[in-house]
């Protein structure tokens, strides 16, 4: 019986993979499918539904329902039983389907004489197609064999609508997938605005014949893959071994039994046994393993879903042959498309690169960090942008609205290409403003810093105007290598650094990890709320041989010329104290050693933390600068999270309460005589510069863009003016000081 039912299976899938071989339209395939599915399992309806949209389903072809309703019945995702199945991606079998909870009666089908309905699931690897439907006059529920047939045969479908089997053409109404525009609303990580072509990181795995024409040397490709596979991952576990990391080798050696279950390799050859290729096996599985996963209501069991897709993956590439390189040619202005990705695969492509498009990645990633220090516009959040995606085609990135447009219509590209056009028009307008100062109508003077993080960033400080680094992130060094950089690679980067400034000054911020940002080669720490947990200075104290061996090079590259240093996070007096002790202690021990010594050392704190700007006066004496890091403190002023999409955007930096504490940290700085700056996101947007400015934060930081447009607003206003403004509005009591601040500018804008 086995037999013959693995024979009948083969040749359903026999026919359907002539369908796809034939020449047609995607109709004329839909139509001839459903016949032969409803033929060879002897119902008298076999239905496909494939969606509109994301949130709408229709009927695209039947066997056995009224013909007019094709393509004119349509159901929202989750109304009716095709609906949920389509929902939840389970199937549902009845033998009584008007009974079943949420059946929708649809008249115009004239299906209510087949009660008994087995509907299944077309997806692929988390992607929602659509639901194939088999329907009968006799009342009874569908067999397992039946079951397990046809989820086979919508794997197939799924596989040749990736095909491209049933597009649809300007003549039908079948979806144009792949081909019609597409807007995705995402978050902003990086402004900007790019035109290009898409690229993808990794290109999606294309299995050009679902079909196995041959179980027992389908067989015998997936056992051949299995064992390559296990061999690398015990491979990985071993090298993982010899470092003995004991939490890492757990999360392996979880992924070792994926990759060594039975269980999984029993459900795809039996698959095979049924008609499909290895490749279809291996995909089938694993869409279905995501189903399952994404229901489950433990976190454990959904993370568990990344091993699993890693796994399939993996093993698909190594059945199609289809590896991270594809043969395939970066086109000319490439747009970066991923799931997400590291700093050290993004550096590896560089300023190639027009924009990037993530749809997972969180705005302090590395990733964006990355994208900040090359300066091109980042998209996170862009939902399914992978799956929509193909290489080549055309997109547009808004990184200054969070917006994606794939595939876009003439009229969109050509306003996209005006906006482009006026950006760079006025880049060229400030690009004149770079060697005067920015100095406000009222003779008060604001010096303007840049960011960076690579040797990428240097040449963009002549060009920007800038007038040194207000802050340089230590930590991309780290981020970017499998392992800790040695002292002697430091301490030569540290020195190019400064050559490339040309004399101009340089803070050096020591590292700042944890949180967002972790180490490839570091132990990640289980925290609750790794913002405000182990991180920055915190590790440095407790690490001290990686904060002496970080002073040490700084010292090093220094030689002759002024240092100036910088510590990230303190939230206590006595944290800057001691940091400052070990700096002084290198200082020694290096001159102790006869080595030649920076001409002049400063040393700074970066104010992260709200309870720094309640710090003993005796703290700011100390220091021979301050920096506020504008977006930690924000985030911990406001209890608001900048990691959360929900809540970032909720509180505003022209709130009166966190301008009455920065108005605060200004006097306390002005009291003990120590220069302030300001470091930010907040510091590179040109209405919330000028506020600071008049505040009284004279020194800003910020992406080398920003200089431009900041200075130019600068030297149209009186600062004296518009901080009586501010005055007057924080005295009067108002809650938010963005309405007049604008109010103001509007009118005296020279």
């Known amino acids: 019986m086995q037999d ?28 001839q499918i459903t016949h032969n599915i409803a033929d060879s399992m002897g119902t008298q309806v076999c239905s496909i539904y494939l969606f509109r949209d994301p949130e709408t389903l229709e009927l695209s072809a039947t066997e056995g329902l009224r013909a007019a309703a094709v393509h004119q019945t349509r159901l929202r995702l989750g109304e009716g039983l095709v609906g949920r199945v389509a929902k939840t991606g389970r199937y549902i079998n009845t033998a009584n389907a008007p009974a079943e909870p949420g059946f929708r009666f649809m008249p115009e089908t004239g299906e209510e004489v087949f009660p008994a309905f087995l509907g299944v699931p077309i997806q692929r690897v988390g992607e929602k197609l659509g639901v194939l439907v088999v329907q009968s006059r006799d009342s009874r529920e569908f067999s397992e064999d039946e079951l397990y047939g046809l989820e086979v045969v919508a794997m197939v479908l799924a596989e040749m609508t990736e095909l491209g089997a049933f597009q649809g053409s300007q003549s039908d109404s079948l979806p144009l997938a792949h081909r019609f525009p597409l807007m995705i609303r995402g978050a902003t990580a990086q402004e900007g605005a790019a035109e290009g072509q898409v690229w993808l990181h990794e290109a999606r795995v294309v299995i050009a014949n679902p079909v196995g024409d041959d179980p027992d040397r389908e067989l015998q490709r997936l056992h051949e893959g299995i064992e390559r596979l296990r061999s690398t991952v015990d491979s990985m576990v071993s090298a993982a071994d010899a470092v003995g990391d004991g939490e890492h080798m757990a999360v392996l050696e979880t992924y070792r039994m994926f990759a060594h279950s039975r269980s999984w390799l029993k459900r795809m050859e039996e698959d095979i046994q049924l008609g499909l290729s290895a490749e279809a096996a291996v995909e089938k599985e694993q869409s279905a393993a995501r189903a399952r996963l994404e229901m489950a209501a433990d976190p454990y069991l959904r993370d568990r879903l990344h091993d699993l897709d890693d796994l399939s993956n993996r093993l698909l590439r190594i059945l199609t042959g289809q590896g991270t390189d594809t043969g395939a040619e970066m086109p000319a202005n490439p747009i970066l498309v991923a799931r997400n990705i590291g700093p050290a695969e993004l550096l590896e492509y560089g300023r190639k690169l027009k924009g990037v498009v993530l749809e997972e990645g969180s705005v302090g990633s590395h990733a964006a960090i990355v994208a900040r220090a090359l300066a091109i516009p980042l998209v996170i959040h862009a939902n399914r942008i992978t799956t929509e995606a193909l290489n080549g085609d055309a997109i547009l990135v808004d990184g200054d609205q969070g917006i994606v447009h794939l595939r876009p219509e003439e009229s969109v590209a050509i306003a996209f290409r005006d906006k482009i056009a006026m950006q760079a028009e006025a880049q060229n307008r400030y690009a004149s403003l770079r060697t005067l100062p920015a100095t406000g109508l009222c003779g008060t003077s604001i010096h303007l810093y840049m960011n960076a993080g690579l040797m990428a960033d240097l040449p963009s400080l002549e060009g920007s105007g800038a007038e040194g680094v207000g802050l340089f992130r230590t930590e991309l060094q780290f981020l970017i290598r499998n392992h800790v950089p040695r002292r002697a690679e430091l301490a030569a980067l540290y020195a190019r650094v400064m050559d490339n400034a040309k004399g101009k000054p340089v803070m050096f911020r020591t590292l700042d990890i944890g949180s967002d940002k972790v180490l490839p080669y570091m132990k990640p720490q289980d925290e609750p709320n790794p913002a405000m947990g182990w991180r920055a200075i ?40 001691e940091a400052y002790r070990i700096l002084m202690q290198e200082l020694s021990r290096e001159q102790r050693l006869g080595h030649d010594m920076p001409s002049d050392i400063r040393v700074g704190a970066m104010l992260e933390t709200p309870a720094l700007a309640f710090a003993p006066k005796k703290f ?6 301050v920096s506020i890091g504008g977006n930690d403190l924000k985030q911990f002023f406001f209890a608001a999270d900048r990691e959360n999409e929900r809540v970032r955007r909720r509180y505003d930096t022209l709130s009166a309460s966190f301008l009455l ?5 200004v006097d306390r700085c002005a009291d003990a005589h120590v220069p302030l700056s300001f470091c930010g996101e907040d ?16 020194r800003l930081s910020m992406r080398p863009a920003s200089i431009g447009p900041v200075k130019h607003l600068i030297r149209q206003v009186s600062l004296q003016d518009l901080q009586s403004v501010i005055y007057e509005a924080l005295d009067a009591g108002m809650p938010n000081l963005r309405r007049p601040v604008t109010e103001w500018l509007a009118r005296n804008q020279r």
């Open 683 to 698: 510091a590179g947007r040109p209405i919330e510069a000028l506020t600071l400015a008049a505040l009284g934060i004279h």
């Open 620 to 625: 700011f004496e100390m220091c021979d600068f």
């Open 538 to 577: 915190r590790v440095g104290l407790d690490k001290r041989g990686v904060l002496r061996m970080q002073v040490q090079a700084l010292i090093r590259a220094s030689v002759g010329r002024p240092l100036h240093v910088m510590f990230p996070f303190i939230a206590d007096i006595t944290e800057y104290e």
């Open 661 to 665: 504490m920065l108005r605060q940290i």
């Open 4 to 31: 013959r039912k693995d024979s009948d299976s083969r040749k359903l899938l026999k026919r359907l993979k002539d369908i796809l071989a034939a020449a047609g339209g995607g109709q004329d395939r839909l139509d």
